[in-house]
């Protein structure tokens, strides 16, 4: 799926954007804000972001996998070639390492904000609403048609995609790059 990214500086904006996506088929399952004013969003019934979506939680888990699986597959190598143990142990070091990696790598991923959204701190962190709305290729030309039609005050701020890369991001990748 692909993701565009709205700013917008004012609550009614958000709600009045939530509600024409919403009359047009984008489902909250589509549809999520992201704000320093949590407490606005939920009393006006506007569907915030999940830890999912704010956090590095999934990209830095999936990091770990990889490199837990890479450290397990040659540790697994080397107990085999100096040992007298099989292939089973490098297969049992693999999933150890990988399991040991996700765990940690999800660990990390609490403490950073999502790789995705983290160009946008500055402008979350000045009271303004970043809007995530999560379109199949067919409706994105309705979706921004929407947006700039009924709704200018709200900045077209980028796209990319719902898919998490592990090789994206934090610790030597490039962020997601802003497309207008």
Sequence with gaps: MKRFYYLTSEIESVENISRDLHNEGITDWNFHVLSKDEAGLYQRRINSATPWQELDIVH???RGTLIGT????????AVMFF???GMTSVFLLVVVGALFGTWAGGFVGISHENYKIA????DIEAGKYLVLVDVHPDEQHRVQKIMASKHP????AGQGSTIINP???HMGGTPETVKH
């Design 83 to 85: 040992t007298n143990f």
């Design 153 to 156: 005050e709200a900045v077209a």
């Design 119 to 122: 160009r946008f701190h500055d």
């Design 167 to 169: 090789l994206k991001g």
């Design 60 to 62: 830095t888990a999936l």
């Design 70 to 77: 890479a450290l397990g597959l040659v540790g697994g190598l």
